[in-house]
């Protein structure tokens, strides 16, 4: 199996505190991959340093073949970060634009992109002016233009009505089916049934890599939420 | 760095502003209705045409330095920096692209504020508009420079604001405005000598004097350029792809 994303020994420090301590994990490519866990865990800090803007204490992550945060990556990955990253002053269709020429990519992309997040009857209206849940599908539009391989995506469905949340998900997997290699963070355990594979973060530590069905036989838990915990007291049993 | 990425800057920059009236109508109103109660309060006295010159290179500056230190801070708070530092714009472009944005802007500005300022209150100008327009601009381009720089030190909005009479009051005091710069008390000299916004000021009275100032305002446009240089080269210096 290939992997877009190899880390190895990754540690880092954060205002003091150590919140990656020491990981190491490879992510295959042609997949969505869920990096669950609740808030706090180190899942915004993780993708912080695979798109390469997080100072690293120790280790390496190599993405695409490359160490993170090279020039060679930077129009082959799509980051959307946590809160929508987008200019409130510009119309939809000029935000996406914008990071559409940043990248060199064709304006049909922009068109491409507000239609894939369904904005298309919004596309003149000021971010400014949109809901929440609207501004950060124009953010995720803007990571889409240029077709890039690898998305990186930190919490993309937050408060955002099950309807769509449903065809954001839906989205994920055409794109992993054309190829596109997906990581998608939440601390919505129920998430969990529409990855392929699972990342559980909790306190900086991997308590889980593996897909769903394989977790809950694994665990003998009922769903991702049960399994996480269980997983959790064996992580503190263990340390006892 | 790279020429098309550094124009989408600069239109995206502008294509924000369009959007807001308000600002393009005090960036323009204010320097004229300044200028325009000090020709009347000074009616009748050859001072506005002794400080007039200067603060029409004043004005741009003190604009310009407050619109760019805001809207860096707002571009690196809002998330968009961090964003666009993972793609391939390098940080040269976003210097230059805003300095552009910001430096069209002057023109305008500068346009405005030296008409109303010679054909509604009169003042008496030597030498040719354009060259005014010039020093003007230059003088826009290095408020926008040095706004650039502050913003890296500032981690909120109120900070930024602060930084202006931090940044400019001193130079304000000490450019020659209030006191012709050597009659300054000697430790106060070299300082001005230092300061960019003296240049500014000397280039404009220079102007204001000199039927024909273009040779003789070169040093002064040749200072001001290097604070211009240093302050984005410095500035590039804060901009990190990587934060802890």
Known sequence: ??????????????????????????????????????????????IRAIVGVQVVEAGSVTVLGHPAGSPALRDRIGYVTQSPSIYDDLTVRDNVRFFARMLGAAMDSAERAIETVDLMSHADVLAGRLSGGQRSRVSLASALVGEPELLVLDEPTVGLDPLLRRDLWRLFHRLADGGTSLLVSSHVMDEATRCDRLLLLREGHLLADEPLPALLDRTGAADAEQAFLALVDVAEETAR | MNPTRTLVVAGRVLRQLRVDHRTIALM?????????????????????????????GVFPFVVMFIVTSVATLRERTSGTLERLLTTPMGKGDLMFGYALAF??????????????????CDLDLQGPVWVLVIVAVADAVLGTALGLLASGFARTEFQAVQFMPAFVLPQFLLCGLLVVRDQLPSVLQPISDVLPLSYAVDAMNEVAAESDPLAGIAPELAVIVAWIGASLLLGSLTLRRRTP
Request: aromatic share 6%; glycine share 12%; charged share 10%.
């Open chain 1, 1 to 46: 199996m290939n992997h877009v994303i190899d880390i190895e020994g990754l540690r880092v420090v954060r205002g003091g505190r150590e919140v990656l301590p020491n990981l190491s994990v490879r992510i295959p490519s042609g997949s969505v991959v869920g990096l669950l866990g609740p808030s706090g865990s180190g899942k915004s800090t993780l």
């Open chain 2, 28 to 56: 323009l109103v204010v320097p004229c209705v300044l200028l325009g109660l000090l020709a009347w309060i000074f009616d009748g006295t050859p001072v506005f045409d002794r400080i007039g010159p200067a603060l029409l």
């Open chain 2, 103 to 120: 430096g069209l802007m002057a023109v305008l500005q500068a346009v405005v504020a030296s008409a109303f300022a010679i054909y509604v």
